[in-house]
């Protein structure tokens, strides 16, 4: 069966500083795969998504930008942490056709001090 | 851009109480409509999901939910609550416009139920 991890799952970061999530999918390939932010009493805000590797889709401007380097292999990061980072981030994964479901990780609580 | 809204940020019930969850989304195309639960400590569950045919879809512990395409709602039922129901749940939408979409998809707000026995 498939499974997707996602580490860490909490993070305390100072502002200015770099940041790397990693998230990975195991169990099939050619994953669709996404990265989602929460914020408190909103829903889940889509970032980015892949649809192979090296395509990467971004769907808000802002201060962050992924990477897909393998397959089942999908890295969010920033070179230079804001306050506004702060959130929790959610990896999904995909498999094709559309009419397909998407199914997630246990997140990241990020918080920047 | 689509949106999609969900009327109730916080639903407080009794056990044995029915439920109703709506969504609303704004998108006139063909569209693919979830619902996740997030039950506390766990990660964002599929609770059920519609794609096309029958408009009322079953999906698990219970739960339905009726795709009304004239009121572009997608509104998610329980006849009668348990105490495990306590969780937040989402409603998400993939608008399909013509081609692939990815499996993009727009997430209402959340709706957080606290279930007493």
């Known amino acids: 069966s498939q499974t997707i991890h996602q580490w860490p799952a909490t993070l305390v970061q100072p502002v200015g500083s770099p940041l790397s999530l990693e998230c990975t999918v195991e169990?099939?390939?050619?994953?669709?795969l996404y990265w989602y932010r929460q914020a408190a009493g909103r829903g889940l805000q889509l970032l980015f998504y892949s649809v192979g590797i090296g395509q990467i889709s971004s769907e808000v401007p802002q201060n962050l930008s992924a990477s897909r380097p393998q397959d089942r292999q999908f890295i969010l990061s920033s070179k230079k942490l804001l306050l506004s980072d702060s959130g929790f981030y959610l990896c999904?994964?995909?498999?094709?056709?559309?009419?397909?479901?998407?199914?997630f990780g246990d997140g990241t609580r990020l918080s920047i001090l | 851009a689509q949106s999609v809204s969900q009327h109730n940020h916080h639903v407080i019930l009794s056990e044995a109480a029915s439920l109703e969850l709506g969504c609303n989304y704004s998108y006139g195309g063909t569209v693919n409509l979830f619902w996740y639960v997030q039950y506390p400590g766990q990660h964002l569950q599929l609770l059920l999901k519609y794609f096309s045919g029958d408009p009322l879809v079953k999906g698990i512990k219970g739960f339905e939910a009726e795709f009304i395409k004239s009121k572009f709602s997608f509104n998610l039922r329980k006849p009668s609550v348990q105490w495990s129901d306590t969780a937040e749940y989402f409603c998400?939408?993939?608008?399909?416009?013509?081609?692939?979409?990815?499996?993009?998809?727009?997430f209402g707000q959340g709706t957080i139920l606290t279930v007493h026995p």
């Open positions: 169990g099939t390939s050619n994953p669709n």
């Open positions: 998400a939408v993939n608008a399909r416009a013509g081609g692939t979409s990815y499996g993009k998809l727009t």
């Open positions: 999904a994964w995909r498999a094709d056709p559309d009419n397909q479901p998407q199914h």
